[in-house]
């Protein structure tokens, strides 16, 4: 089945810092979300981002679909984007399965 | 207010002793979906649900039943539980798969199994 792989595992910050957080699959996908699992456990959609790019705030995310992979780009990092960030696909394969990536560990440190 | 309700939040069970986590949700989504989620392993699909009465097993079905007999509605059953299955549930819901859309999740069910 297809693999969803996530990286970096671990990713601490300063206050104020950029990061880039990648999801590879190893399969055509016909979705793709990106969410954020906060320090209380609670997921938060983030994106739909299938293809192409889109930004909210302080955040956006590109997915290049043709390569296989989905970038998640954080700036100006706060506190409060500690937590954890998982990509989630729907293979291509008409099962309407989701498959998680592992995630990355964020901290953002004051 | 766009929801999906789960219940309870916090279980405490013995081995073998029958359970049912309930999820609700208020969107008019065609589509339901359990996920576990244990260190390490991420989150794994158990069982999803493409409309009423249309259930798939997800990548971990083993120990766990569905049912989908409205379309808000979607329990998740534990026959027999046992250890293994002390994970921390979450149930979703979106409009239909492949239709292109976002699932929402629920705020998570902690089951631990003694």
């Known amino acids: 089945g297809i693999q969803v792989e996530q990286s970096p595992p671990d990713l601490i910050l300063q206050e104020g810092a950029n990061s880039t957080l990648r999801c590879n699959f190893s399969?055509?996908?016909?979705?793709l979300q990106w969410f954020h699992q906060n320090p209380w456990g609670q997921l938060i959609n983030l994106f739909y981002i299938p293809s192409g790019t889109k930004q909210n705030g302080r955040l956006s995310a590109t997915t290049v679909a043709t390569e296989r992979y989905s970038l998640l780009y954080i700036s100006s990092s706060q506190t409060t984007d500690s937590g954890v960030y998982f990509c989630?696909?729907?293979?291509?394969?008409?099962?309407?399965?989701?498959?998680f990536g592992t995630g990355t560990r964020l901290k953002v440190l004051a | 207010e766009a929801q999906v309700t789960q219940n309870p939040r916090y279980l405490i069970t013995v081995t073998g002793k029958k359970l049912t986590v309930t999820c609700s949700q208020n969107m008019n989504h065609e589509y339901m979906s359990w996920y576990r989620q244990d260190p390490g392993l991420g989150l794994r699909q158990i069982y999803y649900?493409?409309?009423?009465?249309?259930?798939d097993k997800g990548d971990v079905p083993e120990g766990y039943k569905v049912s989908r007999k409205e379309k808000r509605n979607f329990p998740l059953i534990l026959e027999s539980p046992s250890p293994n299955q002390t994970s921390l549930y979450f149930c979703?819901?979106?409009?239909?798969?492949?239709?292109?859309?976002?699932?929402?999740f629920g705020p998570g069910t902690r089951l631990t199994v003694l």
């Open positions: 989630a696909v729907e293979p291509e394969t008409g099962t309407y399965k989701y498959i």
């Open positions: 399969d055509s996908v016909n979705n």
């Open positions: 979703a819901s979106s409009h239909l798969a492949g239709a292109q859309d976002e699932q929402f």
């Open positions: 649900s493409m409309n009423v009465e249309v259930t």
